[in-house]
Structures are given as C-alpha cells and as structure tokens.
Antibody, heavy 120, light 107 residues
C-alpha cells in the first residue's frame, strides 16, 4: 500500500524557515517524481514544484512563487521527501501536501497534509 | 504559465441531477488534464486523468471530455457524497497549474 505522511508544519514568524518532510512507503521511491502542492485555507490548490526520479537525475522544478525561497530534496535511502522553506511570508500559510504520480504524471497519491501558519 | 479558468466557482444542484464543470486552458494542452475531488479537511483524490480516463475505483457516474483548450467534467445522478469541491489541473507544461475550484452545494 502506498503511503505518504507529511510532518513538520507549525507556526513560524515571517522571515523564518521551516522544513517539511514526507515519509513514504509501499513503493520504490527512486522510481517516481515527487511533488509538493499547497492550499491556503478556503482557497485553491497550488503546485509548488517537483523533484524528478533517478532515471531523470533527481533534478527539480519550481513555480515562480517559491523559486529561490523553497528547495525540494529527497533522501532516497530513507524514502523521504523534503521541502525546505526559507524567508516565509504570511501568504505562505497553507496546508502543504506531498504527492506521487502514476504513469509519470498524474497525482494519484497524496499525503494527509501538514499545516503551516506564518504569523507574528 | 498556462492559466486554467474553471467555472462555475460554485453550483447548487439536487440529488439525482447531473452537473457539468468546465475548465478552459489559456493555451492548448492536448489531453494533459486531470480532475480531482476534495472533501472538506481531506487531501484531493484523482478522479480522471488524460482528460477522459477514469482512475481506478472511481464510479462511472463521473466522466470527462475535451481536448486542446476546453474541457468538461460531468457528474451524472448526483449522490450525497458528491457535494464537495472539484479541481482541474493541467500537466502539459510546468508550472502544473490548477483551476480555481468548484464547490457543489445541495439545493
């Protein structure tokens, strides 16, 4: 069974940093792209970026809204995905989800989400 | 970036009725479109991918159509558990953008 479990969310001050984790199991982690998606309270989903699989060199892509502030990485030995978030702003407050694809693209598996609140 | 314009933002309907949600892409995306359902407080669930293909375990009352820039998502014979939110997403090119969402409400 595929499982994705996010952790690391919480309250952080503007300008601060936070690292989210997504622990995975039930599949060969290195075979898959892994993405982060967020959702502010009551608002729409926003794709943040992904890290490619082993076959594609674990390279990354980001949305413009987080590029340069957020970094996606993976620990393939422990099957954990990370999202390092720096210089956080109030508008980064959201539930953050990790997601895994099927057939190389579609987000068939999602974690339960972890809430990040950026506030003084 | 490709913009996904989803409509309506909300819709009221009755049990047993059919509803259709539309997503318009700002440029052609072929059939690189997915539809997700999201229940309150839960993570999204993939319903349809490649514009028309039903994901495993998804009831046949859900369907998708379209290609290029105009896409539709239909629920036939609404059940009580269908009155939640729905999102489209294009995966033709990064950033993989979502529509603004549609919330279905019981009339």
């Amino acid at each position: 069974e595929v499982k994705l479990v996010e952790s690391g969310g919480g309250l952080v001050q503007p300008g601060g940093s936070l690292r989210l984790s997504c622990a995975t199991s039930g599949f060969t982690f290195t075979d898959y792209y892994m993405s982060w998606v967020r959702q502010p309270p009551g608002k729409a989903l926003e794709w943040l970026g992904f890290i490619r699989n082993k076959a594609n060199g674990y390279t990354t892509e980001y949305s413009a809204s987080v590029k340069g502030r957020f970094t996606i990485s993976r620990d393939n030995s422990q099957s954990i995905l990370y999202l390092q978030m720096n210089t956080l702003r109030a508008e980064d407050s959201a539930t953050y989800y990790c997601a895994r694809d099927i057939y190389g693209t579609w987000f068939a598996y999602w974690g339960q989400g972890t809430l990040v609140t950026v506030s003084a | 970036d490709i913009q996904m314009t989803q409509s309506p933002a909300s819709q009221s309907a009755s049990l047993g009725e059919s509803v259709t949600i539309t997503c318009l892409a700002s440029q052609t995306i072929g059939t690189w479109l997915a539809w997700y359902q999201q229940k309150p407080g839960k993570s999204p669930q993939l319903l349809i991918f490649a514009a028309t293909t039903l994901a495993d375990g998804v009831p046949s009352r859900f369907s998708g159509s379209g290609s290029g820039t105009k896409f539709s998502f239909k629920i036939s014979s609404l059940q009580a558990e269908d009155f939640v939110s729905y999102y489209c997403q294009q995966l033709y090119s990064t950033p993989w953008t979502f529509g603004g969402g549609t919330k279905l409400e019981i009339k």
